[in-house]
C-alpha cells in the first residue's frame, strides 16, 4: 500500500511539471491567501465546516478573490464521508495591473466523498469533489442580477499527513502534503478540459482542541479558455482552524 501512495504522488508530481515546463505562454503571479475555517460539530455523524477566504496579489499588492464557502458533512461508513455545500464567490480580474476592478460573483454548489485511512507513521485522505459554477450575467460591463450556467468541474485531491511532533497522545505538528487535479466538463469547455492543478505543503500546528493553525505554500498551475496560456501562481497561505463542539458542550 505504501508503494502505491508513493507511486501516485510521484506521478501527480511528476505530471504537473511536465505540464508546467512543456507550455511557453506562462504568466507568473504571486499571492497571498488568509483564511478563517470555523467547524460546527454537532454529534458523531453531523457537521458544518465553513470557510471565510481573502486572497489578494502581491505585486501590485490588489485583491484577486474572495470567497464564502459552506460543507454539511455526514459520516457514511468507517473512514468514508458525504458532503454537500455551496460557495459564494467574488472573482476579480486576474490581471492584477488592470483598471477594470468589476467583481463577478459566482454561485458554486457542490457535492463529494472523502475517505481517510490512518498507518503507522502517517495517515492518507482522497477528496472525490463536483462542483456547478453560475457565474453572475455582465452587460455593457455592468453586473446584473441575473446568473448563468457556465460548467461542471470534477475536482480530486489527494493529501498525507506526516506528524512531526506529539504529546500528550495528541499530534501537536503536522506536516500536509497535498496534491489536487480538477477537470472542466461542459459544452463551453473547448480548450481547457484540465483546468488546474495544485501542489501544496504546509505545516499544520495545534494549539489546543478546538485551535489550529497553518502555514503553507501553495504552487497553483491553471490552463485558461483558450487552451494556449496558463497561470503559474505562487501564494503563501494562512489558516486559522476554529473548531465548535457542539456534542461535548451539550454532554456537560
Given at each position: 500500500?505504501?508503494?502505491?501512495?508513493?507511486?501516485?504522488?510521484?506521478?501527480f508530481?511528476l505530471?504537473?511539471?511536465?505540464?508546467?515546463?512543456?507550455?511557453?505562454?506562462?504568466?507568473?503571479?504571486?499571492?497571498?491567501?488568509?483564511?478563517?475555517?470555523?467547524?460546527?460539530?454537532?454529534?458523531?455523524?453531523?457537521?458544518?465546516?465553513?470557510?471565510?477566504?481573502?486572497?489578494?496579489?502581491?505585486?501590485?499588492?490588489?485583491?484577486?478573490?474572495?470567497?464564502?464557502?459552506s460543507?454539511?458533512?455526514?459520516?457514511?461508513l468507517?473512514?468514508?464521508?458525504?458532503?454537500?455545500?455551496?460557495?459564494?464567490?467574488?472573482?476579480?480580474?486576474?490581471?492584477?495591473?488592470?483598471?477594470?476592478?468589476?467583481?463577478?460573483?459566482?454561485?458554486?454548489?457542490?457535492?463529494?466523498?472523502?475517505?481517510?485511512?490512518?498507518?503507522?507513521?502517517f495517515?492518507?485522505?482522497?477528496?472525490?469533489?463536483?462542483?456547478?459554477?453560475?457565474?453572475?450575467?455582465?452587460?455593457?460591463?455592468?453586473?446584473?442580477?441575473?446568473?448563468?450556467?457556465?460548467?461542471?468541474?470534477?475536482?480530486?485531491?489527494?493529501?498525507?499527513?506526516?506528524?512531526?511532533?506529539?504529546?500528550?497522545?495528541?499530534?501537536?505538528?503536522?506536516?500536509?502534503?497535498?496534491?489536487?487535479?480538477?477537470?472542466?466538463?461542459?459544452?463551453?469547455?473547448?480548450?481547457?478540459?484540465?483546468?488546474?492543478?495544485?501542489?501544496?505543503?504546509?505545516?499544520?500546528?495545534?494549539?489546543?482542541?478546538?485551535?489550529?493553525?497553518?502555514?503553507?505554500?501553495?504552487?497553483?498551475?491553471?490552463?485558461?479558455?483558450?487552451?494556449?496560456?496558463?497561470?503559474?501562481?505562487?501564494?503563501?497561505?494562512?489558516?486559522?482552524?476554529?473548531?465548535?463542539?457542539?456534542?461535548?458542550?451539550?454532554?456537560?
Open positions: 500500500m505504501k508503494n502505491r501512495i508513493e507511486k501516485a504522488v510521484l506521478v508530481l505530471l504537473s511539471q511536465i505540464a508546467i515546463f512543456g507550455q511557453k505562454n506562462i504568466i507568473h503571479q504571486k499571492l497571498f491567501w488568509i483564511g478563517y475555517y470555523p467547524a460546527f460539530v454537532f454529534n458523531e455523524n453531523w457537521s458544518l465546516k465553513s470557510e471565510i477566504q481573502e486572497r489578494v496579489f502581491l505585486e501590485p499588492f490588489q485583491q484577486h478573490q474572495l470567497l464564502f464557502r460543507d454539511l458533512e455526514r459520516k457514511l468507517e473512514n468514508w464521508i458525504g458532503f454537500v455545500g455551496f460557495t459564494f464567490f467574488l472573482q476579480s480580474p486576474n490581471n492584477p495591473c488592470t483598471k477594470n476592478m468589476l467583481m463577478v460573483p459566482e454561485l458554486r454548489p457542490n457535492i463529494g466523498i472523502q475517505n481517510s485511512q490512518k498507518y503507522a507513521f495517515s492518507v485522505s482522497h477528496r472525490y469533489k463536483l462542483e456547478a459554477r453560475f457565474f453572475a450575467l455582465i452587460k455593457e460591463n455592468e453586473l446584473t442580477d441575473n446568473y448563468v450556467f457556465s460548467n461542471l468541474r470534477m475536482r480530486y485531491q489527494l493529501g498525507i499527513d506526516f506528524p512531526l511532533y506529539k504529546k500528550e497522545q495528541s499530534d501537536k505538528i503536522i506536516l500536509k502534503v497535498k496534491d489536487e487535479v480538477l477537470f472542466n466538463i461542459g459544452n463551453k469547455i473547448v480548450k481547457n478540459t484540465f483546468d488546474q492543478n495544485r501542489i501544496y505543503l504546509g505545516l499544520h500546528t495545534i494549539v489546543n482542541s478546538n485551535v489550529a493553525v497553518e502555514l503553507g505554500y501553495l504552487n497553483w498551475f491553471q490552463q485558461q479558455a483558450n487552451g494556449i496560456d496558463f497561470y503559474n501562481r505562487d501564494i503563501l497561505r494562512l489558516s486559522f482552524f476554529h473548531k465548535i463542539d457542539f456534542k461535548n458542550s451539550t454532554n456537560e
